[in-house]
């Protein structure tokens, strides 16, 4: 297998938001969980993308797991690698963009890497190096209230340069307006300067074909599903793939039954459970006792659920709006809860699953990365799309058989997010 494309995404709903359009845009996808065991047979694909879990970890492991990605993946024939960050730049002063990109830049040999979480089909775009998040900047939008990190910045080359040790510029949409020539000679007059990373601007997808096309010609490149339309389309003009991707054969029914956990707190998701509650049993968790008596709510929940389950598809939720995260933060310490409730839920996962689930949702991306890491999926062939940046995926590998799930982005989904995506799982 020599593949054309090779990514490394930061989280595991991120991995398959950015597989879902590389798959619509002609590539076979295949994404693995982490890198994966030699022995595990994968499909003939163009893309391959590596789903760490690597958004909130200490920098210097982000550095070492994706590096590490990196090598796995040139040893595969990437001749590109596109490192997928969240595309409302979720990071923190500490990391990982600026490390993480740095890092993969030196291993590929230096150049200036473009970077860009621009993905305007999510309503994600960047202009004069500022984020938007549909009408808001970035530091005014729901992402001001994320549980892990907070984003209170929405000015990009600022934001990556305070987690960076190179320096950060701009390619500004006039360069890019000017098509793909004027933002390779942006980018090495920029190099030129000693600019390590090159926010770019991008506001339409024709902005992201611009940004593909010169990506393709460099080692590295940073950014979110937009930049991956950007480069597969790149690649299917250039003839190097043919387009043949349709993501149907992942959907083949698995039957089992169906259940939906939730450690999202993200606006989006918080309306996704409330319109849920009128059509499905929803057990809202008690965040405060899963943090003083764990295994007793743990167990509590999975019985709740069990009584359930084999009349239709239950929810298991500890998603709550920020007033509730702060208090609880405030008491237990931010990484200390979310940790204790992503282990909490990832225990409940993997015991619905022992009892029978073969059809599941997850909410968040940190939540479904410690997930499905407790249900040791090695990886996924992508499915049809279930909302922007969301598709079905089926196990590959799987040791407790056939499995549907979807790993959806807090923030990604309509109202009926829930209902749609088990519509589409059989
Ligand atoms: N009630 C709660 N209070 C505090 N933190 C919570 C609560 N519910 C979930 N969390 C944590 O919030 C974080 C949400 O992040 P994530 O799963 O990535 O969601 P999103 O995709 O919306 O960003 C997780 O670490 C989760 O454990
Ligand atoms: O790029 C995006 O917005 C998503 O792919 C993504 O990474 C979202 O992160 P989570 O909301 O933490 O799932």
Known sequence: ???????????????????????????????????PDPSLALPD???????????????????????????????QGAGHVLYKICSTFDSTDAGNIGPVTEALSEAAG???????????ETGRTVYLGHLFVGGQPLNESPLKDHPLNPMHDANLVRILARQSRGAVG????????????????????LSTTGVTMAIADAIFERDLETLGEIALETPVSTGASGLGLGLARALVRSGRISASATGEDAIRPVGGLSAIISGSCSKATLRQLDVAERLMPVLRLDPERLLAA????????????????????????????????????SQYGREASGHAIETATSIIAAELVERGVRRLVVAGGETSGAAVDRLAIPAFLIGPEIAPGVPVLRTVGNTQGDMLLALKSGNFGGEDFFTAALAMMR
């Open 294 to 329: 764990g295994p007793d709510e743990i167990a509590a929940a999975i019985s709740w659920a069990g009584d359930r389950i084999s009349a239709g598809p239950v929810v298991v939720a500890a998603s709550a709006a920020p007033g509730t995260v702060s208090r609880l933060q």
């Open 110 to 120: 230096g150049g200036g890497v473009l970077v860009t979480p621009a993905f305007p």
């Open 1 to 35: 297998m020599a593949i054309s494309l090779g990514s490394i995404a930061d989280d595991y709903t991120g991995a398959s938001d950015l597989a879902n359009t590389l798959t619509k845009n002609g590539l076979r996808t295949v994404q693995t969980v982490g890198i």
């Open 170 to 189: 701009l390619i500004d949409l006039a360069a890019i307006a000017a098509g793909p020539a004027a933002v390779k000679v942006k980018l090495d007059a």
């Open 45 to 75: 694909v163009d893309a391959v993308v590596v789903s760490l879990k690597i958004r909130s970890v200490p920098a210097s492991e982000a550095v070492n797991a994706a590096t590490e990605a990196e090598r796995w993946l040139r040893q």
